[in-house]
């Protein structure tokens, strides 16, 4: 899995943990609900800026986000390498 991807997945996850609709999030970090379904999707990065922005709109940290997404990648690439 790469970054994007795994991204994408920890996104969903975050906002679904709160009860947030994409159009929720969407409101509460400033961007539309068409971004953050393509960053679900897997078809957009977030720039920093953004992802900052994403974390305080899902009542997090930044770093905790990335955290997830790099254990996310690194499972992953372990179990292609067996």
């Known amino acids: 899995m790469n970054?994007?991807?795994?991204?994408?997945?920890?996104?969903?996850?975050?906002?679904?943990?709160?009860?947030?609709?994409?159009?929720?999030?969407a409101s509460l970090a400033g961007v539309t609900s068409?971004?953050?379904?393509?960053?679900?999707a897997g078809r957009s990065s977030p720039t920093?800026?953004?992802?900052f922005g994403l974390a305080c709109a899902l009542d997090t940290k930044a770093?905790?986000?990335?955290?997830?997404?790099?254990?996310?990648?690194d499972a992953t690439d372990i179990r292609n390498s067996d």
């Open 34 to 40: 068409r971004y953050i379904r393509n960053l679900e």
């Open 63 to 73: 770093h905790h986000i990335v955290a997830n997404v790099e254990e996310k990648v």
């Open 3 to 25: 970054p994007q991807q795994a991204f994408a997945l920890v996104l969903r996850q975050e906002r679904l943990n709160r009860g947030l609709t994409q159009s929720d999030l």
């Open 48 to 51: 920093l800026d953004t992802l």
